[in-house]
């Protein structure tokens, strides 16, 4: 798979976007549903239940987005041409952002 339908697959750009300053706003994981407390009822149980399935969603989601972006790492060092990996290697970061950032100042 290409790397652009790799990003659009997993609607990725916006966190990567290299023509932004500043290091986009980043995947937020989800929060587990607390457990309902005091008098439970019914619709209470019922409540949480799609509140925990709605989760279980989030948070596939939420990996399956978070390891796309490793993904995406490797393969942006896997297809700079040799002489550019020593300035991936350099930055602190090994986001993609600040991956494509690097590369994008060499130009």
Do not use: C, F
Request: proline share 8%; hydrophobic share 30%; no cysteine.
């Amino acid at each position: 798979m290409s790397s652009s339908k790799l990003i659009i697959k997993a609607r990725l750009y916006d966190y990567i976007d290299p023509t932004k300053d500043s290091r986009p706003q980043q995947l937020i994981a989800p929060t587990k549903p607390p457990l309902p407390t005091g008098n439970i009822t019914d619709a209470d149980r019922k409540e949480h239940k799609w509140k925990r399935e709605d989760y279980k969603e989030d948070k596939k989601e939420y990996d399956r987005q978070m390891r796309e972006l490793n993904d995406l790492s490797s393969l942006i060092e896997d297809s700079v041409s040799q002489p550019l990996l020593p300035l991936l290697r350099k930055i602190e970061d090994s986001h993609p952002y600040a991956q494509l950032r690097a590369l994008q100042a060499r130009l």
